[in-house]
C-alpha cells in the first residue's frame, strides 16, 4: 500500500509541475497602487524566509485590457531577507485592474498567488503638464502687461 501511495505521489508530481509548491519564498500582499503614467513599474515585495539565498522569476497577469505587463521580473533574494522587485507595465485606459502576481524558483511555482489592485489614470501625467503650461503661459501674460502698463506710466507722466 505504501508503494502504491508513493508511486501515486511521484506520478502526480511528474505529471503537474505547474501546481505551487510549499516554499519559503513567497509574494508579500500590499497594498492599493496608482499607475498615473503611460508606462510604469509596480512594487512587488517578495521574501525569502529560507537559510539560503533563491533566484527567482516574478510573473503578473492583469485582470483586464487596460494593464499590459511588458516583462518578468527576475531577482536573487538573500536568505531570511525581502527584497522589492518591479514588474514593467504600460496602461492602455483608464479604470480599477487586479494585477496576479506570483513567483517561480528554477521553473516551479512556489508560495501562493497575490492580487494587487492598480488604479490605473493614465492620462493624468498629460493633463498635469497642460494645467502646467497654460499657468505659466496666464503669467507670462500678466507679467508682460504690467510691465508695459508701467513704462507707459514712466514715459508719459
Sequence with gaps: MKRLLTLIL???S?????????SDVYVVPGSEVNLVAKDGRIPVTIKNDSSESATVILHGKASSFRLEVLEDAELTIPAGSSQVAELAVRAVANGPVELEVWVEENGVE???RELIKVNVNYDVELFLLVS???AMFGLILIGSYRTVRKLRRRRNG
Design 10 to 12: 511521484v506520478a502526480l
Design 14 to 22: 511528474v505529471l503537474a509541475p505547474g501546481i505551487a509548491q510549499a
Design 110 to 112: 512556489v508560495g501562493k
Design 132 to 134: 502646467f503650461a497654460f
